[in-house]
């Protein structure tokens, strides 16, 4: 993507810097280092799901059960939790490259794993359900290490169009991962899908490896081991970054529909799978155009009530979502709702980043993961709860209206968020 619009230090001569539009490139032209780790976790993105895809794929044809697919992300989502936490002391005690290079090389040998058992014919589902548990783990385990590797990498300024990358590659590898992988699939077989991804994370492999040491700044009176008890205390004495886990949870517990999305797609536009499809992607298009059209973020200063109005936009989008009939008019808000979540999901990173001590930065990461990993998934089971006690209708658009009412109770409760002045970062 070229940096047309993109702002420079001075291109007219009048002191007045250009208005960017699209993404700030600027994080890749200046950081070598954060370049390579951009390209790497884009590429093996793509690769892991490509991946999970495959398996869900291959667990259906071994049990044609949806309920063992089901388990796949239940196999997933505890070792995620769990280490997640873990996972983020770890980073705190560790050198922080090793460990990412550890637990990408961990990804890289399960996919080889994979890939040699689908090629000997040794299609056993207990092997892909321990695969996808040892995925999670080392996931839980590279992901706090690389993201508190950021700040580390580039000055303050650039966070927020760092986390604005970031977020593009997240959402285009889970709009198009999959589709690639049911081609690759569909033409090559699971091994073919499971090779490529091995291969994917050995792009990510390199630019670990030519990553400095990057051991966390410790003060004079740290214990050597990090404890995620310590971390949970410093997140309790620090309002504004507990209100970026909070905030989050509004949205993802209480207006996630997504688990609604096949009852919709049939009752209320007269559709099938197809449609269901489309109702699922229609958040991540917009969360990719939040991605892609980024540059204005880097002039916003009030990050905290940037988040508010982020997520707030969400519950409302989602509330309008539930009152429409139009299948193209409902897509249309959901890609809002997506297109606030990306917005909500820089601020929210670059306050993380920027508000928390870098000898912290690994723990605060891991509760992240865990709040996105739990948040949506506890979103699903209330919204089909509550669609089942009374109608999808006042599931979806009670729970954006219940969202937008939470976040501004919240804002009540702590104003000092609003406040919150990126210039002066204060936790």
């Known amino acids: 993507m070229a940096d047309t619009t993109g702002e420079s230090a001075d291109p007219t001569g009048t002191g007045r810097p250009k208005r960017r539009v699209l993404a700030d490139l600027t994080p890749l032209r200046t950081s070598a280092d954060y370049r390579r780790i951009w390209i790497g976790s884009t590429v093996s993105w793509l690769g892991q799901a490509m991946t999970a895809l495959a398996i869900s794929l291959q667990v259906y044809d071994l049990t044609h059960s949806s309920l063992a697919v089901g388990l796949v992300g239940l196999f997933s989502l505890v070792p995620l939790v769990v280490f997640g936490l873990y996972g983020g002391a770890i980073a705190d005690t560790v050198d922080r490259r090793k460990l990412g290079l550890g637990s990408a090389a961990g990804l890289c040998l399960l996919s080889f794993l994979l890939a040699g058992a689908a090629l000997a014919g040794f299609h056993e589902l207990w092997l892909l359900y321990s ?10 385990l590279n992901l706090p290490a690389r993201s508190s590797m950021i700040p580390r990498l580039l000055p303050p ?14 959402t285009s590898g889970t709009m198009f991962g999959p589709m690639l992988g049911g081609l690759v699939v569909g033409f090559w077989g699971y091994q073919a899908a499971y090779l ?19 051991k966390p700044d410790r003060g004079a009176g740290a214990t050597k081991r990090a404890s995620v008890v310590d971390g949970l205390r410093f997140l309790a004495t620090r309002p504004n ?17 997504r688990a609604l999305f096949p009852a919709v797609a049939v009752l209320w536009f007269g559709g099938d799978a197809r449609t269901t499809g489309l109702l699922v992607a229609a958040p991540a298009v917009g969360a990719l155009l939040g991605a892609v059209f980024s540059g204005w973020q880097g002039r916003i200063r009030r990050h905290g009530l940037a988040i508010l109005l982020a997520v707030a936009s969400w519950g409302v989008a989602i509330a309008v979502f539930g009152l429409t009939r139009n299948l193209w008019l409902g897509m249309f ?41 739990g948040g949506p998934r506890l979103g699903d089971f209330l919204a089909g709860a509550v669609a089942d006690l009374t109608s999808p209708q006042l599931a979806v658009t009670g729970g954006g209206v219940a969202c937008a009412v939470a976040v501004g109770v919240l804002a009540l409760r702590w104003r000092g968020f609003a406040r919150y002045d990126a210039r002066s970062p204060r936790p």
């Not at 300024?157 to 997240?170: F, G």
């Not at 490529?196 to 990057?214: E, G, H, K």
């Open 131 to 140: 695969i996808v548990a040892l995925q999670a783990v080392c996931v839980a």
């Open 157 to 170: 300024e650039q966070l927020p169009a760092a986390n604005a990358l970031n977020t593009m590659t997240s």
């Open 196 to 214: 490529i991804d091995a291969v994917a994370f050995s792009v990510a492999l390199y630019a670990m490896w030519r990553l400095p040491s990057m």
């Open 241 to 257: 970054v507990r209100m970026t886990f909070f905030t989050d949870m509004c949205a993802m517990v209480l207006a996630h529909p």
């Open 333 to 373: 808000f959901l890609a809002v709702a997506g297109f606030s979540d990306s917005v909500s999901m820089v601020f929210r990173s670059t306050m993380l980043q920027a508000a928390t001590p870098d000898e912290m930065r690994g723990r605060l990461q891991g509760v992240f993961i865990v709040v996105v990993a």
